[in-house]
């Protein structure tokens, strides 16, 4: 099996690799693969190359280290180790299972029947995941700052085991999952050991770091990463850390003798994790079973997984068409996202949020929330309608449908947007809250009524920044169908990669064409009352501004209209 | 003529799928339109249903013109595609209710338990495509389309995945269908389907119409076949197949 599985492996990825060249010859897959291929030059050989030159010019002494990072290579075992456990917890916490346990269809017609023990399939599994975890440790390997060929190497295999491990405890999380709700006592009992032994170990690590951090915050990164050290080497705490430790050692330590030590050591952690996977043999059975036979009833190429749940959101036998499409949408939300999973994300937000508050200005945690919530609102901003896809580019494989329903052009194309505009604008509020409740900590000098000014502004300006983009996005899906990948496609791929920087690039070219008119008039009232209201004056402006983005993105989605009615579906066929 | 198609033709590029393809649907008709892989059968179905541009031609549904007056082409005609794209993640119901927003139909209720009834989906209601069957999934598009009282029926391989019980059912809904006054145009590779259920037949080949007549005026056409053929073997002669049979 291990020698079919090694077949099956090089057999695919080198025809992908031919298919990958072959389809060069498309202008769309040429070009995003020169622009993929240069964000690649650019972001990692480029940015190398520029660092050891500006450091043989600067000479030598402006090549060392700085002590920061100096001080975070040096407690590097011991963050990396608090970080893997933290992930270990949080797999266990957060929704979603593992893609080792998710066969191909190809594999479940031809490997299932075989006479294969399932434990070989799932080592089947993981050798057929080594051609993207090792190509991600190259990536890592390439973008270590500042070292030479053979370290960067180094640095790509230690990677490589860490990524291993991860991907196959995940998948033993997934199994383990599954007998949680048994009604064995023994089995129970394996299944809730980890949960437990594990909830400790985090307990007994946070009460540390607590008791090291509290009411003395560190006075910057050196002294914060020496205590983070410090707390890594306390008895208990290291005992607990020592297997995270032993797993991501290798990429700090030492050529030869120590790198080549703990990379023996790592190699062991790994193999306990197998053997832990390859012991959860029944539950593999019973998970790879499932797995088939959802993937055989969702048919080909199908990902997703829906589960009927009342939306308690009946759709009423009259009204607006675009009402029609933004129920659907709603639906599919409701029916895709796993509310348990959804409960605990929102309980694991609404915790941070509470610990940085009742930690006190000092700690600083709250100022680390502040910035990831602010971060977080504009990437949801920007980047979720890019990422949310439940508007024409999904349905474009439902165009044969959808053209035949009675519904004016312009009325679908607005339909489309609603729902995934609305949705993105309401995470994008959440997160705006969070960071306003931390703004006292990220940004203490600026008063609170010109935070608050800020935020709600903020809040005004984001449906009109999602919506432009949603409206952009399904533009493109109507005027260039074949540059859309349909549904939950993923094309993978340096030129699919230079597709998605092309799309995502002239997506905020042209919504920052399109803001121009709302800016400059929203900046002209901001200007005329300010000196009245002074920074509340950030408000109306904001609505005047949010006002002329949404009357151009009526006007845009009228003016789309005539391009749904003209949409070929063969063009979109053909993407596919 | 609830269908009129005059002169449509329809080109990919450089070929034609449809050349030049004229006839008329009256109200209670039930018309076969068969012809070989290829033959433009679908790109007429799909074209008439305003989901193909024509490039060349005029399609009227009801007077309506599917390009100039799309929306009131639309309301009165129901297609029925042969590939069931459902949306997966809507439920039987939804999908009939969706439908039935779509096209302003008040009696949803009234209409909905019958139509279930009629196409056996009873107990499926709740169901995700996901968990149907091929044809229960051709059945939720047919469903779909009987939602409402269209005027014109289209329908494209009907019968595809469903089984005995089903076929027999198809037939009469489409029999009771027309005798309510519906333009239905079909089309099938299933010729007995065609011969047993349709008023007439066109019979299509490389985008063109080669035959249109009654099934009567097909067989007793001495050019065509010999007295008594079937409408198969009118079909091979006239595609120039019936050597290869």
């Known amino acids: 099996m291990i020698g079919a599985s090694f077949y099956i492996t090089l057999c695919t990825a080198r025809n992908r690799l031919r298919v990958r060249l072959r389809r060069l010859r498309e202008p769309r897959y040429l070009l995003g693969g020169i622009v993929g291929a240069a964000y690649l030059y650019f972001t990692v050989f480029a940015r190398r190359n520029g660092r050891s030159s500006a450091a043989r010019r600067a000479g030598r002494a402006a090549a060392q280290t700085p002590p920061s990072m100096a001080a975070m290579a040096v407690a590097g075992p011991a963050l990396g180790g608090m970080g893997l456990l933290a992930l270990t917890a949080l797999c266990w916490i957060l929704p979603g299972s593992s893609g080792l346990l998710t066969f191909s269809d190809a594999e479940i017609q031809f490997l299932f029947p075989a006479p294969v023990p399932r434990r070989k399939l799932l080592l089947h599994r993981i050798l057929r995941s080594q051609l993207g975890l090792l190509f991600g440790s190259m990536v890592v390997g390439l973008m270590t700052p500042t070292v030479g060929g053979f370290t960067r190497l180094r640095v790509s295999v230690a990677t490589w085991v860490v990524l291993v491990t991860a991907k196959v405890y995940f998948a033993g999380v997934s199994l383990s999952r599954a007998k949680l709700a048994s009604r064995q006592a023994r089995a129970l009992r394996v299944a809730w050991t980890p949960i437990i032994v594990l909830a400790t170990a985090v307990t007994i690590v946070v009460i540390a770091l607590t008791r090291a951090f509290a009411g003395a915050p560190a006075s910057g990164p050196v002294e914060l990463f020496a205590r983070i050290r410090d707390v890594a080497s306390q008895a208990v705490v290291r005992e607990i850390l020592w297997p995270f430790v032993i797993i991501v050692r290798p990429i700090f330590a030492e050529w030869p003798s120590a790198y080549l030590r703990s990379l023996v050591l790592a190699a062991g952690v790994l193999g306990a994790t197998v053997v832990w996977v390859l012991q959860s043999d029944q539950a593999f059975e019973e998970a790879a079973a499932t797995a088939a036979e959802r993937r055989a009833a969702a048919g080909s190429g199908e990902r997703a997984r829906y589960r009927v749940r009342s939306g308690a959101w009946r759709l009423p036998p009259i009204g607006r068409p675009e009402g029609a499409f933004a129920w659907k949408a709603a639906v599919q939300t409701i029916r895709l996202v796993d509310r348990r999973g959804l409960i605990r994300v929102v309980a694991l937000l609404f915790s941070l949020t509470a610990i940085s508050v009742s930690l006190g200005r000092g700690s600083g945690f709250a100022a680390i929330v502040g910035f990831f919530a602010s971060i977080g609102t504009a990437m949801a901003i920007l980047i979720g309608p890019q990422v949310l896809r439940m508007d024409m580019r999904q349905d474009l494989r439902h165009l044969e449908l959808l053209k035949s329903w009675p519904v004016a052009p312009a009325a679908v194309v607005r339909g489309q947007l609603l729902w995934p505009g609305a949705l993105i604008t309401v995470c994008a509020w959440g997160l705006l809250t969070i960071a306003l409740g931390m703004s006292w900590a990220v940004v203490a000098r600026l008063a609170w009524s010109l935070r608050l000014s800020a935020a709600a502004s903020a809040a005004i300006v984001a449906p009109a920044l999602v919506f432009a983009q949603l409206t952009i996005h399904n533009g493109v899906a109507l005027l260039l169908p074949a540059w859309v990948p349909l549904g939950n496609q993923r094309p993978r791929g340096l030129d699919a990669m230079g597709q998605r920087l092309i799309m995502l690039g002239g997506t905020w070219l042209l919504l920052a064409v399109a803001s121009v008119p709302g800016a400059v008039a929203g900046g002209i009232v901001w200007f005329a009352l300010q000196w009245i209201v002074g920074s509340a004056a950030l408000i109306p402006a904001a609505l005047v501004a949010t006002a002329i983005v949404a009357i151009e993105v009526l006007l845009a989605t009228e003016a789309l209209g005539p391009a749904y009615e003209r949409i070929d579906i063969l063009a979109v066929e053909r993407a596919e | ?245």
Do not use: W
């Open chain 2, 1 to 245: 003529m609830t269908i009129s198609v005059e002169h449509f033709s329809r080109t990919y590029g450089d070929l034609t799928a449809v050349d030049d393809l004229s006839f008329e649907v009256a109200s209670g008709e039930i018309v076969g339109l068969i012809g070989p892989n290829g033959a433009g059968k679908t790109t007429t179905l799909r074209s008439l249903a305003g989901i193909l541009r024509p490039s060349a031609g005029r399609l009227r549904i009801d007077g309506h013109e599917i390009v100039g007056d799309a929306l009131e082409a639309k309301r009165c005609l129901a297609f029925m595609p042969d590939e069931p794209h459902l949306f997966e993640y809507l439920t039987v119901e939804e999908h009939l209710r969706l439908v039935a927003r779509l096209y302003t139909v008040t009696d949803f209720e009234a209409r909905v338990r019958p139509l279930l009834e009629e196409l056996q989906l009873n107990g499926k209601e709740q169901s995700l495509p996901g968990e149907l069957s091929r044809g229960m999934r051709q059945k939720v598009i047919i469903a779909c389309g009987l939602m409402r009282s269209a005027t014109t029926l289209l329908f494209d391989e009907p019968l595809t995945g469903l089984d005995p019980l089903g076929i027999r059912r198809m037939r009469t809904t489409i029999a009771a269908r027309a005798r309510d006054g519906a333009a239905i145009l079909l089309s099938s590779h299933l010729l007995h389907l065609v011969e047993e259920v349709c008023s007439r037949v066109i019979i299509m080949d490389r985008g063109r119409k080669i035959a249109d007549g009654t099934f009567a005026e097909l067989a007793a056409h001495a050019e065509l076949a010999p007295a008594g053929s079937s409408l198969e073997q009118i079909f091979l002669r006239v595609t120039g197949h019936d050597g290869a049979a």
